[in-house]
């Protein structure tokens, strides 16, 4: 009958598991799957401040990693240096970026986010013949690592200033290569790392007089 001796043990551990949950650990609000000792981040997007003194800038959502999925988190970027002759959507873009490559400060590293695109990715001048929305980047997006090509489309997705509206996002690198569209989908945002390497390609509209 080891049965009735087991009672007490479970008891006790369940006991011991609700001590736990009083003592300040906070619950994840994205569920992390790493083995049998899955690490506990919160997740929680800190509340962003109005925005300091002097500084010039707009609100927009930047897509992090946290919990090995893309959060967002709404940030105050810095309004972006007007250059003569850059195209506006091209600036802001541009501003995203920085956005995205700036390191999570202090409490949203405690949060358990981090970002994953590479210092010094810009905005490249768009070719001839590239179609309506294009944005060129200084590197190939299919040679970025997976989760910073997710935060890239999903940032500049969600993006009213470079994005028309829901749809994919077209992107090409600083050479002739066509550009490719991606989707940032809910299976995106839930495994970054699986985003397809090559995107769709787009070719340019066909001109009215063409036969």
Do not use: H, Y
Not at 3 to 8: I, L, N
Not at 126 to 147: F, H, M, N, W, Y
């Amino acid at each position: 009958m080891t049965w009735t001796r087991r009672g007490p043990v479970l008891l006790g551990g369940l006991a011991g598991l609700l001590v736990l949950s009083g003592c300040g650990i906070r619950a994840t609000t994205v569920p992390v799957d790493v083995g049998a000792a899955p690490s506990r981040v919160s997740c929680d997007t800190p509340a962003q401040p109005a925005g300091e003194s002097g500084v010039q800038g707009f609100r927009a959502t930047v897509e992090l990693v946290c919990g090995s999925q893309l959060v967002g988190v709404e940030r105050v970027v810095p309004a972006p240096e007007k250059r003569s002759g850059r195209d506006p959507v091209a600036l802001v873009a541009q501003a995203l970026l920085e956005a995205l490559e700036k390191q999570p400060s202090g409490e949203e590293r405690d949060a358990g986010f981090t970002t994953g695109v590479p210092d010094g990715l810009s905005v490249a001048p768009t070719r001839q013949g590239d179609p309506a929305g294009t944005l060129r980047l200084s590197r190939k997006p299919e040679d970025l690592p997976p989760v910073a090509l997710s935060q890239v489309v999903c940032t500049l997705a969600a993006s009213d200033a470079v994005s028309a509206g829901p749809g994919p996002v077209v992107l090409g690198g600083p050479d002739a290569d066509p550009p490719r569209a991606w989707e940032c989908t809910e299976a995106v945002r839930s495994r970054p790392e699986s985003v397809p390497t090559l995107g769709e390609l787009v070719r340019p509209s066909a001109s009215p007089s063409g036969g």
